[in-house]
């Protein structure tokens, strides 16, 4: 690595290191917040869209990491769901308060395998795997009660805790990152910004003015 006191070759902070693969990259912040964080260091915003261009964000969690791209679950009937079907575009947002970080991604989505979603949801608890056959997420309920009682019924169709099927609704999502921004806060809002534009496969890198 190219550095002059303890500054990389772009002239910004060494925490941004020189890597040619902005996942490298955040495989090394990520495992940073994983030490400072003190709840889900895996929380990221996730922004969809309908076809009519309304934007829509929420909370989910990071929950696979590869080169092709980043992977969080849900009932792909939700509202989230519906959109990524019909607008298969999404970006993501991680911050990191403790470590004063933010990454940004953006690009198309895809659904996970089978396979893979299937060996996610094996992995869950219980009653999550239960919520998930329960739950009719982002439609209306008319009373908490009434979920409570679906809970229960699912619970006696599947005792077994070893063996609950993953609903035919549920399963992942795969941001394939088509941009990624690195961002370190900095004293009077001179922040750093480091960006990673995909241009035929390869990465490209360029700071951005904050």
């Known amino acids: 690595m190219n550095q002059k006191n303890g500054k990389n070759s772009l002239g910004i902070d060494n925490c941004f290191e020189e890597l040619d693969n902005p996942i490298e990259l955040f495989k090394k912040w990520f495992a940073k917040a994983e030490e400072s964080e003190i709840n889900d260091p895996n929380a990221v915003a996730v922004a969809t869209s309908d076809l009519n261009n309304q934007p829509n964000v929420r909370m989910v969690l990071l929950k696979g990491l590869s080169d092709k791209g980043f992977v969080f679950y849900t009932n792909f009937n939700s509202k989230k769901g519906g959109e990524l079907k019909v607008n298969q575009k999404a970006s993501m947002c991680f911050h990191w308060k403790s470590l ?32 998930a056959w329960a739950s009719s997420q982002s439609q209306i309920l008319d009373n908490r009660e009434t979920f409570l009682n679906k809970i229960k019924e699912f619970e006696k169709k599947y005792p077994d805790q070893k063996n609950v099927p993953r609903p035919p609704h549920w399963s992942g999502w795969r941001l394939l990152p088509e941009e990624i921004e690195f961002w370190l806060d900095a004293e009077g809002r001179i922040h750093e910004r480091l960006n990673y534009i995909k241009n035929n496969g390869k990465w490209k890198k360029e700071l951005l003015y904050p």
Do not use: L
């Open 100 to 131: 004063r970080r933010q990454v940004r991604a953006k690009g198309k989505v895809e659904e996970v395998s089978a396979k893979e979603a299937d060996e996610y949801y094996n992995s869950r608890p219980y009653k999550n795997r239960i919520g």
